[in-house]
């Protein structure tokens, strides 16, 4: 009997996401983004990135923990 021995699936490199866990599909460079306690987070839109600015630490906290 001729077994085949299957090798094992590579891990894929997960995509990036944005700070409310939304995937980023395009090149990072297009995606708003800030600084954050020494880290670069993405946004979606503009208008999120605005809403950061006005209040970083609410906005943060608040989407960071929401999983879509």
Same mark, same amino acid.
């Given at each position: 009997m001729n077994e085949q021995k299957t090798r094992p699936v590579p891990k894929t490199r997960k995509l990036p996401?944005?700070?409310c866990h939304r995937l980023m599909t395009a090149d990072?460079?297009?995606?708003?983004? +800030?600084?954050?306690?020494?880290?670069?987070?993405?946004?979606?839109?503009?208008?999120c990135l605005e809403a950061f600015? +006005?209040?970083?630490?609410?906005?943060?906290l608040a989407h960071s923990k929401v999983k879509k």
């Open positions: 996401t944005t700070v990072v460079d297009w995606y708003p983004h +800030a600084e954050y306690k020494g880290r670069t987070i993405y946004f979606c839109t503009e208008f600015n +006005a209040d970083p630490e609410r906005f943060y």
